[in-house]
């Protein structure tokens, strides 16, 4: 043991070592930080959804800080909730079952482009079971006095307000659309959205969003005493968070995190299993020899033969995708591999040394001899393998996912590539969310990559002063 | 003594590695000298640098050296004025040849053993295949291996069969010197006094000299004209075989003398307490002083080489 | 001691009891089969073809042989590492080679082994500590602090001060002499009664050589320890043992005591053996020797009747050629096997 570590010690004259170590440590630490801040059944919720989950967040958004490299700032997400008190509520009892209430929502707006989309999502609270439903009325104000009316919406549980998705609407605010501004006949062809035309400068020829105070007053009207609505006003940016966001309007940075504790791991488990498991069995099938060292090479070769991926594919297709299943199946592959052979070749040499031979003049059962004298000739040897190896496992599971065989439940990098390349990312320009997860599984392969080859320059001397 | 002419003088010789913890002074400073047909024994235990004073001689360095300097005479031409390429024609396999250590085990197993030992006299001699196979034969009938045995290959051949067949290379260009480095430490007793007997013929009817480098003395008696005693790279005791055996001077070989356990007479042997130094950190001072029962507050200081007549030289102040 | 008494003694074994030997090597053969290319049976190497002998209480003999000879295959046979084919190995009136795994623990933990290449029999991983403590923890001494104790007790025996130093240290970290301290030290630890030291210095530099062997012959006294001896250099026989057996292609061809070999061999192998042999002497060089030529036989196919009749000197055609000579005994305790005696 004090020998390996003095050997890892040696780790410090190697700068590609230390570089790849602090890698790895960098993905180790978040992989403990995600675990612990955002746990198993929470990363599930934020990445299956549900009710109400993402709507924070906007669709297919790059990240926020790609802002600083750009001249013209692009939008950011505004969430104002009335829950919290970001909108100005006034009450007005008209009589003892109606009411009016009015939510006003006034927000800064300074960016140079325009919003995605806009939302009110709206939460009315009934005492009946089968209430009359409540009204709500929408009018714009523009920060250079311009208004207008949205329409309105009768207000059924959980419904939403989307002025881009209201034809009639759109008609309307035809009219609304400042004199002097031209627009593209690619652009009038396609149709302008709502949010274009609500923050439209009218001084500027080129369409531009006029910077100041918008405010959005919603009068609600209620009709049954007892009923109430909250509501909440989104401006959906352009950019969202570190990572950005999917067609899902997920945030990535949850599936980015992830896949980092879901990589190690399972790189880490398939290594170590497929490492250890080789060597005791290339130990006991070179020491016992005669038909059991026989049996093992047989199965070894067979099993070199058979295609490794198809049978993950054929696997993950018919029978079950989860995550260890295909770790287990990947393992007792890989066991009966390569790696016996080698292993064996420099077994059948150590196992004539003088000092086996001593162990068992002095008693040594063949058990003990595999496991105490044997196997640990071999460890300095291994390690470096081990570390090499790691990365093969992590992108093999990339690829399975990217495949879409991937384990549906989890977020890993593979899963975000598979979901990227399956919306056309690269085709719209969704750079970042393919390189985000590229990059980390490339850093990955680095880190280790780097590790190992070091690691097997420090303990196979040969290699020493390379 | 009569002066006889000399083949070979190795003045000053030094040759240094430069390895990851320091530099090893395996060969410093090292005097030698050779007679034709002459025979000397390099003693010296594992570790004391006699090998790296053979590959000295014949320039077969590894690539981390750091110092190799000095004069390397023979018949008169310092050879180590020679270039690389000119000491590889001219001086290697051609005036000097070396069966190496366990060079039994370094014959090519892909070659017919007739053709290896042919092939230094089509590089070197410049014979035509033919020849060359003549001159190996002949060689093979000196060494006593059969003439039938040329077809077969390394491994059919047993441990002394392949250690002939490398001393018959060494002679296949007829060389004038012929280095030896251990040459029989694994081989059976009658085996080794049949190799000998080899070696003494060769010398009788070639005329060739030799320099046998063992750490065995009993065996070493078998071919020794001059005996030099080697310690921590450096040479410490030079003498006729005639002189040496029944009296070593140097404290060293007197200790080594002490250690063999003999055959034929019931002396009880004596062991040398401690380790030969590293050579990595050689003490300065004389070097075997740590193990030296004589030793006294003159050998702080490196003792240089007395000369004491007749062609015995001592380095040890006990003979100041 | 149950386990001996549920083997039953065989009459051989209890007569070698009765001879009072600690060990006793009946009519021993060892036959490895030679397989060609894995099917098919193309032949036997007879490495012990008929080798009988006794061994003492705290008697220390030596074999001497060439290589090829079989004094390996007689050592692991010895050791129980290989059975035999025919005869046996009776060890305090026990025969071994008929135990099985549980009990040959019992025989194994009597019997020392001390190997030729010092530091190929250590585990280079292991700490001198861990390379004692294994044939302790085998043998089942559970106690750390019994262990701890035994440990420093032989490697107080075997001279290496100061022994905390040397616990520690890996295999790598000590010189060869002191690498072959800790092979003996790992020999003793059992409290065996009998020890196997195959060419236990022929690894080592000259000067430790001797060390060595004083060692081993301090150890042997004191612990009054049986010591078989196997070697081919005889120039160190004399030192280390009372009795000399020379071995020849898998067969004893001389028994005698350390002098009467020396000085009356009678076997004209023993005679070359003693010639080929150099004490350091001048003279040396200047005479050739006198040895037989060629080499020794293949084992798969010996010459018939006496071994040696291919190279010896003496050879009488017809007898020597024709059939393998008995043991003659010239005078007591000297026994040879050459008809020269008949």
């Given amino acids: 043991m004090k020998r390996l570590l003095k050997n890892f010690r040696e780790i410090r004259r190697y700068p590609s070592a230390v570089i790849g170590l602090l890698i790895i440590l960098g993905l180790v630490a978040t992989a403990i930080y995600t675990l612990i801040a955002i746990p198993y059944p929470e990363a599930i919720r934020l990445w299956r959804g549900g009710a109400g989950v993402w709507d924070e967040y906007p669709k297919l958004a790059p990240p926020a800080w790609v802002n600083l490299f750009r001249s013209k700032k692009v939008p950011e997400t505004i969430f104002l909730k009335s829950t919290e008190g970001e909108a100005e509520r006034q009450v007005e009892q008209r009589s003892e079952a109606t009411q009016i209430i009015t939510l006003t929502y006034s927000f800064d707006y300074n960016y140079d482009e325009f919003p995605q989309e806009l939302v009110v999502f709206f939460d009315p609270r009934y005492e009946t079971l089968t209430p009359t439903l409540s009204f709500a009325a929408f009018t714009w104000r523009t920060p250079d006095g311009r208004e207008t009316s949205l329409g309105s919406v009768s207000l059924t549980p959980e419904v939403s307000f989307r002025p881009s998705q209201d034809p009639a609407l759109l008609r309307k605010l035809k009219k609304f659309i400042p004199e002097g501004v031209v627009f593209s006949d690619k652009k009038l062809e396609q149709g302008i959205p709502a949010e274009t035309v609500l923050f439209l400068d009218p001084n500027q020829p080129e369409p531009a969003p006029l910077k100041g105070t918008y405010t959005l007053i919603i009068k609600v009207t209620t009709f049954e005493p007892g009923a109430d609505v909250e509501a909440s006003f989104v401006s959906y940016g352009q950019l969202y968070g570190i990572a950005g966001t999917d067609h899902y309007r997920r945030d990535l940075t949850v599936a980015l995190l992830w896949g980092a504790p879901v990589a190690l791991s399972f790189g880490l488990l398939a290594a170590l299993g497929t490492t250890v498991s080789s060597m005791a069995i290339a130990a006991i099938g070179t020491w016992f020899g005669g038909v059991v060292d026989q049996a093992i090479q047989r199965i070894t070769e067979i099993n070199m033969v058979l295609p490794f991926l198809p049978i993950l594919i054929m696997v993950g297709t018919f029978y079950s995708r989860s995550i260890w299943l295909m770790l287990a199946l990947v393992v007792l592959l890989t066991i009966f591999g390569a790696g016996i052979k080698n292993f064996r070749a420099i077994f059948i040499q150590v196992k004539e040394s003088p000092y086996i031979e001593a162990a068992r003049s002095y008693g040594a059962g063949n058990m003990r001899i595999v496991f105490r004298y044997l196997v640990p000739r071999i460890i300095p040897m291994v390690i470096p393998n081990l570390v090499i190896g790691v990365p093969t496992y992590v992108f093999l599971e990339a690829s399975l996912a990217y495949l879409g065989l991937g384990d549906p439940s989890l977020p890993t990098w593979g899963k975000i590539i598979n979901d990227a390349n399956a919306q056309g990312a690269l085709y719209n320009g969704q750079y970042y969310w393919v390189l985000e997860p590229a990059v980390l599984l490339m850093l990955t392969g680095l880190g280790f990559a780097m590790l190992g080859y070091a690691l097997d320059r420090i303990f196979n001397p040969r290699l020493r002063g390379m | ?320 | 001691m149950s386990v001996e008494e549920k083997i039953e003694a065989t009459p051989a074994q209890a007569e070698a009891k009765q001879n009072g030997a600690l060990l006793s090597i009946q009519d021993l053969h060892v036959w490895y089969e030679l397989r060609r290319f894995g099917f098919g049976l193309a032949g036997y190497v007879r490495a012990v073809d008929g080798v009988t002998f006794d061994l003492g209480y705290g008697e220390a003999i030596a074999v001497v042989g060439e290589s090829g000879c079989g004094k390996s295959s007689l050592m692991k046979t010895i050791l129980g590492l290989v059975k035999p084919t025919k005869g046996d190995v009776v060890f305090e009136g026990q025969s071994v080679s008929a135990l099985r795994s549980k009990e040959m623990r019992w025989y194994r933990s009597n019997v020392g082994y001390i190997q030729q290449d010092p530091y190929g029999a250590l585990a280079p991983f292991m700490s001198v500590q861990g390379i004692l403590s294994e044939p302790l923890i085998i043998n089942g001494i559970r106690d750390r602090v019994e262990r701890n104790e035994r440990i420093h007790k032989v490697l107080e025996e075997v001279k290496m001060h100061p022994v905390g130093d040397f616990i520690p240290k890996f295999p790598h970290m000590l010189s060869g002499g002191q690498q072959q301290r800790v092979v003996i030290a790992r020999s003793m630890i059992l409290e065996p009664r009998m020890l196997v030291a195959d060419e236990p210095v022929s690894m080592l530099d000259a000067s430790v050589r001797v060390e060595i062997l004083r060692l081993l012959r301090g150890l042997q006294e004191s612990h009054h320890l049986a010591v078989i001896y196997i070697t081919h250099d005889l120039s160190t026989v004399r030192y280390f043992s009372e009795r000399i057996f020379v071995m020849y292609a898998g067969q004893m061809v001389e028994k005698a005591p350390v002098d009467t070999l020396l000085n009356r061999a009678a076997h004209p192998y023993t005679h070359a053996l003693m010639e080929a042999t150099s004490d350091p002497d001048a003279a040396n060089a200047l005479k050739f020797r006198d040895v037989p030529p060629g080499e020794p036989p293949s084992l798969v196919q010996p010459p018939s009747g006496c071994r040696f009749h291919p190279r010896c000197p003496h050879m009488i055609k017809d007898l020597c050629d024709v059939e393998r000579p008995p043991e003659f005994e010239p005078e007591p305790r000297h026994q040879v096997a050459c008809w020269l005696l008949r």
């Fill in chain 2, 1 to 320: 003594m009569t002066e006889k002419k000399v083949l070979l003088d190795v003045q000053d010789l030094v040759l240094h590695f430069r390895t990851t913890r320091g530099p090893v002074q395996a060969v410093d400073e090292v005097n030698l000298d050779l007679g034709y047909n002459d025979a000397v024994v390099i003693i010296g235990e594992s570790g004391c640098g006699k090998s790296s004073l053979a590959k000295a001689i014949l320039r077969l360095l590894p690539r981390n050296v750091q110092t190799y300097k000095g004069t390397v005479n023979i018949g008169g031409s310092d050879i180590m004025k020679l270039g690389d390429e000119e000491f590889r024609r001219n001086v290697r396999w051609v005036k000097i040849s070396m069966v190496p250590q366990a060079a039994m085990n370094a014959l090519n197993p892909v070659l017919r053993v007739g053709d290896q030992v042919a092939e230094p006299s089509i590089i070197h001699s410049g014979l035509d295949k033919k020849e060359a196979m003549r001159q190996a034969l002949k060689m093979f009938d000196l060494v006593g291996v059969p003439q039938d045995f040329a077809p077969r290959y390394a491994f059919e051949l047993s441990g002394g069969m392949r250690q002939r067949a490398a001393i018959a290379m060494s002679l296949v260009t007829t060389p004038e010197l012929i280095i030896l480095d251990e040459p029989t430490s694994a081989l059976d007793v009658l085996t080794q006094a049949n190799i000998f007997n080899v070696l003494k013929r060769i010398k009788q009817e070639l005329g060739v000299s030799y320099i046998l480098i063992t750490h065995d003395i009993s065996t070493s008696s078998e071919l020794a004209d001059r005996v030099a005693v080697m310690y921590a790279g450096q040479i410490v005791e030079v003498g006729s075989a005639a002189d040496f055996f029944p009296a070593p001077l140097h404290p060293y070989s007197q200790k080594l003398m002490a250690s063999v356990p003999r055959l034929r007479t019931d002396i009880e042997p004596e062991f040398i307490v401690g380790q030969p130094p590293s050579l990595l950190n050689p003490p300065t001072g004389c070097r075997f002083a740590a193990r030296c029962p004589q030793r006294f507050d003159r050998c702080a200081e490196e003792p240089p080489t007395y000369d004491r007549g007749g062609g015995r030289k001592v380095k040890c102040w006990l003979y100041a």
